[in-house]
């Protein structure tokens, strides 16, 4: 079993700065890729940011060259630095990997809880 566990969420003014923290942890052979992903209510879940392994980060158009999202693979950990925020950032962020597990030795999709951010005056 995979577990993946997010921190650093909170409430920011516009054009402050967060940083994300997902740590997977369980019985881990691999992890594919690592990213988050963001919602808000009543719309669908959208690609924020994903690194997959030895391979260059994608970012969604609208956080471009504002967020840097960056793995330690050693400590199965991703981070999403998000600077610069806006209004329009505000939703609860998720932590997502692709991770081939010791149990059943094929890739599969696990998710965090989610973490809100918030940016609001």
């Known amino acids: 079993q995979v577990q993946l566990v997010e921190s650093g969420g909170g409430l920011v003014q516009p054009g402050g700065s967060l940083r994300l923290s997902c740590k997977a942890s369980?019985?881990?052979?691999?992890?594919?890729?690592m990213g988050w992903y963001r919602q808000t209510p009543g719309n669908q879940r959208e690609l924020v940011a994903a690194?997959?392994?030895?391979?260059?980060?994608n970012y969604a158009d609208s956080v471009q060259g504002r967020f840097t999202i960056s793995r330690d693979n050693a400590a199965n950990t991703v981070l999403l630095e998000m600077n610069s925020l806006k209004p329009e950032d505000t939703a609860v962020y998720y932590c997502?990997?692709?991770?081939?597990?010791?149990?059943?030795?094929?890739?599969?999709?696990?998710w965090g809880q989610g973490t809100q951010v918030t940016v609001s005056s």
């Open positions: 997502h990997a692709i991770v081939v597990s010791h149990m059943d030795w094929y890739a599969k999709n696990y």
């Open positions: 369980g019985t881990i052979f691999a992890i594919n890729t």
């Open positions: 690194i997959p392994s030895g391979e260059s980060a």
